[in-house]
């Protein structure tokens, strides 16, 4: 998706780095995009991440974003995600391939094509910032056997004493077959003097840490070693972890004639070599004291060849740092469905927190040093992206955006099953000024900007129930629903030729006669799953934000299971043969059941279906009403018999 960056700060767009914003200036960020599941590749190739949180040494959380071509955005949120202050960075090479927070400096990693194939051109550049976004200095890679850098995968950076060492990929220089075939690069990076002091770009194997073609490149140090992971579809056709050989503070990690690297097939992939599909997908790798931890998902290999439905489970792959052993921990059993490509966090070096998605829901659950699932699997709403938890303030946090609107997640490390989310708006607040035949006219009320949309002619309607998982359906929903039952829908709006504006407004309202009755969950402008809290009969209208005409009503009935039941007399006094009926009411109103009477005592009273009291004999019972689910109460029943005379 193009991501189109304007931001509107006018005097000082020019700027490599923008001054201090206040909070409540007039002008507005106004981008376009979003990072909602960009994490999840589907098993082909993954991509460049171009979201991050890093927490600062104020204790403020910084969101850098990649917007597009025309630079980048770093926003600094307080604690309560109150926006601090916002940054422009301009582009360095025009490619974007990695960010990197070490404890005194800020990096980016760009890089440009160089389809001559010419040794004079930079390939890669590292840029170092201070802690303002201070440019200080760069270092540029050139004749590295490089024609498209970050091509078909990812990029990630770490560090160890005062070097960076950079795992990512890059399309080759013409091979013999005519063809410019796809590898892993690393890259060495001393940050002192931003001098790159190793590189490795050539064609060798995993004995040089050589895998090709690799769809998606992790690294970390262990005991001033490399160790990498590799989703590879060729040489070699698996997931492989690499070990280094050579300690980096050498300044080189490539010493490869004497000490080669070591590679693991943690999970070998069926298919022809260079068939790019793999079924697999590679989200996290982490290292704990035990073994080296890889988190992904993929589809039963074994059905790789017939394999249609393409459903992939989520794993944790353990590999043994005492005997090599690698064991696949399957941590769930879908039959049918998608998950995504999860993420991975480390908390400590014995405890990890695995995420996935799935539909409009974010699943985790806690991970051991070994790679076993130790607790059960939580969800909330909300979608994943390709932003990598952090923690923050004893929470595991990370953010998706869809244009100017950010939602940070948050889930308490402590305690799994808080969850919380907050949604930031730093745009534009627009309101309407005026609409004529749908053509609407917007103003900021902030910045006083205008902006004319369409807003479409009419929409249709489409649901599906939590029983429905194979589609929506353009067709009326049943009444009744349940109490806790949930109803997805779908708004499709109709244009019908509308052409006077370039933008097209898709947002839509939805208001409930009753706030209390249900709860609305957005998925996006046009869809969402109302839950029923309330038993009764209500009136929703969806309408279109701006343009009240295209609007349409739909009723809900909602029944429900009472809470309680009681009876219009705990007491009744009755001569024989005299009758009275008993009148039970539920709580919540609305509650619908079938009651069942009984009588303590026939010889005393009788009671029928209906809470028909019938006295027969002298003395007392308890008549007891029943409802479907259980709930009870009870009339005390007492017969006298009537006096045979009386006397003055």
């Known amino acids: 998706m193009k991501k189109i960056l304007s931001l509107l700060l006018a005097a000082c767009m020019l700027l490599a780095v923008l001054p201090e914003m206040d909070v409540n200036a007039a002008e507005c960020a106004e981008y376009s995009g979003s990072n909602k599941n960009e994490q999840d590749y589907k098993g082909y190739a993954a991509d460049t991440i171009k979201s991050y949180l890093t927490v600062c040494e104020d204790g403020s959380l910084m969101r850098f974003q990649y917007i597009d071509d025309n630079g980048y955005i770093a926003e600094y949120y307080d604690a309560s995600y109150q926006l601090l202050d916002t940054k422009v960075i301009d582009i360095e090479l025009p490619i974007f391939g990695a960010f990197y927070a070490s404890k005194d400096y800020y990096f980016i990693l760009t890089g440009q094509k160089n389809k001559k194939e010419s040794a004079s051109v930079e390939c890669y550049r590292i840029t170092k910032y201070d802690k303002d976004w201070n440019k200080i200095k760069s270092a540029g890679l050139y004749d590295c056997n490089t024609t498209i850098p970050f091509r078909a995968g990812s990029a990630r950076i770490t560090e160890d004493g005062n070097f960076l060492l950079i795992r990512t990929c890059h399309e080759m220089y013409t091979s013999e077959d005519g063809k410019n075939h796809q590898a892993n690069v690393t890259i ?331 709860e609305i969950t957005y998925i996006d402008e046009r869809k969402g799953i109302i839950s029923f809290q309330k038993i009764g009969e209500y009136t929703l209208t969806i309408q279109h934000l701006y343009d009240d005409t295209v609007s349409k009503e739909f009723t809900f009935v909602v029944s429900g299971q009472p809470e309680k039941v009681s009876l219009n007399k705990k007491t009744l006094t009755l001569n024989p043969k005299k009758t009275y009926t008993l009148k039970p009411t539920l709580a919540p109103e609305g509650a619908a059941t079938t009651y069942t009477w009984t009588s303590g005592d026939k010889k005393v009273a009788t009671v029928d279906k209906n809470g028909k009291v019938t006295a027969v004999g002298k003395g007392k019972t308890k008549i007891t009403v029943k409802t479907e689910n259980g709930k009870k109460a009870t009339c005390t029943v007492t017969v006298k018999e009537a006096p045979k005379s009386v006397k003055l």
């Open 188 to 518: 060495q990076v001393n940050m002192d003097t931003m001098e790159i002091t190793d590189s490795f770009t050539s064609i060798m194997n995993t004995s040089y840490g050589y895998v090709s073609h690799s769809f998606n490149q992790f690294i970390k140090i262990e005991n001033g070693k490399i160790a990498a992971v590799d989703h590879g579809d060729a040489y070699p056709r698996s997931v492989v972890l690499i070990q280094y050989g050579t300690n980096v503070q050498t300044g080189k990690f490539s010493e490869f004639s004497a000490m080669p690297c070591k590679a693991t097939n943690v999970i070998e992939i069926p298919g022809k070599i260079g068939d790019n599909y793999t079924g697999v997908t590679v989200g996290g790798f982490e290292i704990s004291d035990t073994s080296y931890l890889i988190a992904g998902n993929m589809i039963d290999l074994k059905q790789f060849e017939t394999n249609s439905k393409d459903t992939k489970n989520i794993f944790i792959a353990s590999v043994s740092k005492q005997t090599g052993e690698v064991t696949i921990n399957q941590i769930t059993d879908f039959q049918e469905g998608q998950t995504t490509t999860p993420q991975f966090v480390k908390l400590n070096n014995e405890r990890f927190v695995l995420l996935w998605g799935r539909e409009h829901l974010v699943y985790y659950t806690e991970i051991d040093k070994n790679g076993r699932q130790t607790g059960e699997i939580y969800s909330e709403e909300g979608s994943l992206s390709d932003c990598v938890p952090v923690v923050f303030n004893e929470k595991f946090v990370w953010y998706t955006w869809k244009n100017n609107s950010v939602d940070f997640y948050e889930i308490d490390q402590k305690d799994l099953s808080k969850t919380n989310k907050i949604t930031v708006d730093n745009g534009h607040t627009f309101e309407l000024k005026e609409i004529k035949n749908h053509l609407t006219t917007l103003q900021c009320t902030k910045c006083k900007k205008e902006k004319k949309v369409n807003s479409p002619m009419n929409f249709g309607m489409w649901w599906r129930t939590e029983k429905e998982t194979d589609g929506y359906y353009y067709s009326d929903y049943s009444n009744p629903f349940e109490i806790g039952e949930k109803l997805e829908y779908w708004i499709n709006p109709s244009w019908d030729g509308l052409v006077d504006a370039k933008e097209m407004n898709e947002d839509f309202v939805l208001k409930c006669s009753d706030p209390e009755a249900i």
